[in-house]
């Protein structure tokens, strides 16, 4: 949890990202983003739209 409240610091709150560019902040951390990305939204620090074109910080 420690190590997630850290990474969402990269992203701005207000603010929707494309797949694409969640992946590449992510990528800068290790290598494998999807799983970065996953825990990201399963411990509720961003939400994505149903088809998983953009993120956004959780409120």
């Given at each position: 949890?420690?190590?997630?409240?850290?990474?969402?610091?990269?992203?701005?709150?207000?603010?929707?990202?494309?797949e694409?560019?969640?992946?590449?902040?992510?990528?800068?951390?290790?290598?494998?983003?999807a799983?970065?990305?996953?825990?990201?939204?399963?411990?509720?620090?961003?939400?994505?739209?149903?088809?998983?074109?953009?993120?956004w910080?959780?409120?």
């Amino acid at each position: 949890m420690i190590v997630l409240q850290h990474i969402i610091k990269r992203f701005e709150q207000n603010r929707i990202y494309p797949e694409k560019e969640v992946n590449g902040i992510l990528k800068t951390i290790y290598s494998d983003f999807a799983t970065i990305k996953r825990y990201l939204i399963e411990y509720n620090f961003m939400e994505r739209s149903k088809d998983c074109t953009e993120y956004w910080i959780k409120d």
